[in-house]
C-alpha cells in the first residue's frame, strides 16, 4: 500500500486529500462528518483508509474547505456539495483506472451524501445520518452535540429505559443527585408521540430518492444520532442496518469490525 498527500482545487481554493492506492478498479471515498480532520475521530478513517487499500480497493480521503489542511470558507455540511464534487474529480484523476466510486460518510457526512443526491457517485454506505435542524441564526459549520439536541419521544424513552436498568442511575435519583423537575420535563416530552419528520430529515429522503446506485444506512445502536434519524425515518427501508452495542464512532471492537465488514461487502459487490 502506498499513502501520498494529493492537493486539489475547489472553487478558486486549495484542498487536501490523502490517498491510499491499489490495484482495485472501484474505490472508496471518505467523505469526513462535522468539522473533523480526514483522519476521523480517533484515526478511524485513517485505519479504515489503510485496510480497505490493503483488501485491494484504492481509497481517498480529504479536508472539506475551511477544515484542516483545506483552505477557503467552512460552509458546514449542508453546502459541502462541490467539496465532494471536487474531492470526485481528483480521486478519479489520481487513479485513471477507476471504474466506480463507493462513498462512506458518517453523521453529517451521511448527509451531506444525501443532499447532494448522491453527488454523482455509484454506491452509497451511510452512518448515523444528521437529521437534527440548526439554531436559528447559526453559523452553518456551527452545530449542537447530540446531548444538546431536542431528543424524539421515542428517542427520551429509549433513554430512560435504560437508565431503570442502571444501578448507578438509579443510587443517584435515590440520593438526590438528579434534578427532578428536568427530569419530570423529560418524562413528560418521553410520554408524546413522534412528530412529523424534520425538514432537513425530508431533504434527505429527497435527495437520496435521486440517487439510483446501492444504498446501505448503517446504524450504531447506543447513538443517539442514528436514534433520532430512526425516528425521523420509514424503520420498515430495507436499506437500514443495525450494528449491536456500537456508539457513534463505531469505536468498539465489534462495531469497527462490523463497519469494516459492511464497507467491504459493498466494495466487492461490484466485483
Same mark, same amino acid.
Given at each position: ?15 487536501? /486529500? ?21 483522519a476521523?475521530?480517533?484515526? &478511524? ?21 475551511g ?12 453546502? &459541502? ?74 428517542v ?24 427532578? &423537575?428536568?427530569?419530570? &420535563? ?14 432537513l ?5 429527497? /435527495? ?12 450504531a ?31 468498539e ?16 459487490s461490484?466485483?
Amino acid at each position: 500500500m502506498t499513502r501520498r498527500p494529493v492537493a486539489f482545487a475547489c472553487d478558486g481554493s486549495e484542498m487536501v /486529500g490523502t490517498l491510499d492506492l491499489a490495484a482495485g478498479r472501484t474505490g472508496l471515498l471518505i467523505v469526513t462528518g462535522g468539522n473533523e480532520l480526514r483522519a476521523g475521530p480517533w484515526g &478511524s478513517q485513517a485505519q479504515i483508509a489503510e485496510k480497505v487499500a490493503t483488501a485491494g480497493f484504492p481509497t481517498f480521503r480529504f479536508d472539506r474547505r475551511g477544515v484542516g489542511d483545506s483552505a477557503g470558507d467552512n460552509a458546514g455540511f449542508a453546502r &459541502s456539495a462541490a467539496d465532494i464534487a471536487a474531492a470526485v474529480a481528483a480521486f478519479r484523476a489520481q487513479v485513471p483506472t477507476l471504474e466506480r466510486i463507493v462513498a462512506f460518510g458518517n453523521c453529517d457526512a451521511a448527509s451531506a451524501l444525501m443532499l447532494a443526491g448522491g453527488a454523482g457517485l455509484d454506491a452509497l454506505a451511510l452512518a448515523n445520518p444528521w437529521t437534527f435542524e440548526p439554531e436559528p441564526g447559526a453559523a452553518p459549520e456551527v452545530a449542537k452535540a447530540p446531548a444538546q439536541q431536542t431528543m424524539p419521544p421515542s428517542v427520551l424513552r429509549r433513554h430512560y429505559l435504560r437508565r431503570l436498568t442502571d444501578p448507578r442511575a438509579i443510587w443517584r435519583l435515590l440520593t438526590g443527585q438528579v434534578e427532578l &423537575s428536568k427530569m419530570a &420535563s423529560s418524562l413528560t416530552e418521553a410520554a408524546k408521540s413522534d412528530g412529523a419528520p424534520t425538514p432537513l430529515a425530508k431533504q434527505l429522503a429527497d /435527495g437520496l430518492a435521486r440517487f439510483t446506485g446501492p444504498v446501505t444506512i448503517l446504524l450504531a445502536e447506543n447513538d443517539r444520532t442514528a436514534q433520532a434519524f430512526l425516528a425521523n425515518w420509514d424503520k420498515a427501508d430495507p436499506h437500514l442496518h443495525m450494528c449491536p452495542g456500537a456508539s457513534h464512532s463505531f469505536i468498539e471492537p465489534q462495531a469497527r469490525l462490523w463497519l469494516l465488514g459492511q464497507i467491504l461487502a459493498m466494495l466487492r459487490s461490484f466485483n
